[in-house]
């Protein structure tokens, strides 16, 4: 371009911008040689319709209407026609048994043994007695007891009131039963019968194989854990809030409350979620300050 010589750079200069401006206008106003407009043949009714499914489809109801019609008219004609049971026609369809009263027969005979088996089986004596077995686990018990240097840990509900029992007592009242009233009164009730065992096993705490028992009596849950090696017994009273607390929190397994069993020496307590649930501890009895001390009494004297 700049090889080319012109007389006059201005008017080549104006030229060249009329020819570029000339140049753009024709490629604006330029038509596409491919028509991509929507084709006439769109909007026909054929495209839009599938003819040929619904044609199908029709055949298909036509079909079936035929086939309903044809088993209505099958069900109409048989309850139209009379049949054996209902003593119509007089004529049976098929032939007389031969062996009916036979067959009679022996299903009666077998409806009469299997009555008279029923009876024999409800009008039996039971071969165990449970009498028998509880005098005999009386009998074994105290045999044990006498063999045993040290008293049985728990005793089983039902048996000698001398047995150790789960239910806590007040030091004013080991003599007496829960109510106030002593043994061998008329309305004394033994606390060793409300209670329900429901965990008997072995776990390990702190090194030693402990005997765990849990029992309760609906409200609170008394636990003993029973070493053989040294034959003492550590046990835990927990109240019914604790004891409710416990159930709710391991979702009824007292197996897994036996899991949170520790020991303090000869103190046994439950460690959950960091808090520990103690034995309650002794209160001592309070003195009376109207009661004159000894040595008054021997100046008084």
Request: glycine fraction near 8%; include cysteine; aromatic fraction near 6%.
């Amino acid at each position: 371009m700049n090889g080319l010589l012109v007389a006059n750079k201005a008017c080549t200069a104006r030229v060249r911008k009329r020819e570029l401006d000339a140049h753009r206008n024709r490629i604006r106003s330029m038509k596409p040689q491919i028509d991509n407009s929507t084709p006439e043949t769109h909007g026909l009714d054929h495209l839009r319709n599938n003819l040929k499914r619904e044609q199908l489809l029709e055949e298909r109801y036509h079909e079936i209407d035929r086939d309903n019609r044809i088993l209505l008219q099958k069900m109409s004609d048989v309850m139209k026609k009379p049949s054996v049971k209902s003593g119509g026609g007089g004529h049976r369809g098929g032939p007389t048994s031969l062996t009916r009263d036979a067959r009679k027969q022996e299903l009666s005979r077998i409806t009469k043994e299997n009555h008279s088996i029923l009876k024999r089986i409800q009008q039996a004596s039971p071969v165990y007695s449970v009498v028998d077995w509880e005098n005999s686990f009386r009998q074994s018990f105290s045999y044990l007891k006498n063999s045993c240097e040290y008293p049985p840990a728990i005793g089983r509900k039902g048996l000698s009131k001398s047995t150790s029992s789960l239910t806590p007592m007040r030091r004013d009242s080991r003599m007496s039963g829960p109510s106030g009233i002593a043994p061998g009164e008329a309305g004394y009730t033994n606390p060793a019968d409300d209670l329900r065992y429901v965990l008997k096993e072995g776990q390990k705490m702190d090194g030693i194989y402990y005997l765990v028992e849990m029992a309760t009596d609906g409200r609170s849950l008394a636990v003993t854990a029973y070493d053989s090696s040294t034959e003492k017994t550590l046990s835990l009273l927990i109240n019914e809030k604790n004891h409710r607390k416990l159930y709710r929190d391991h979702y009824g397994d007292y197996g897994a409350i036996a899991q949170k069993l520790k020991t303090d020496g000869e103190i046994l307590y439950v460690d959950h979620e960091g808090e520990q649930i103690r034995p309650p501890e002794p209160t001592l009895p309070v003195e009376d300050d109207d009661q004159p001390e000894e040595g008054e009494e021997q100046a008084q004297e």
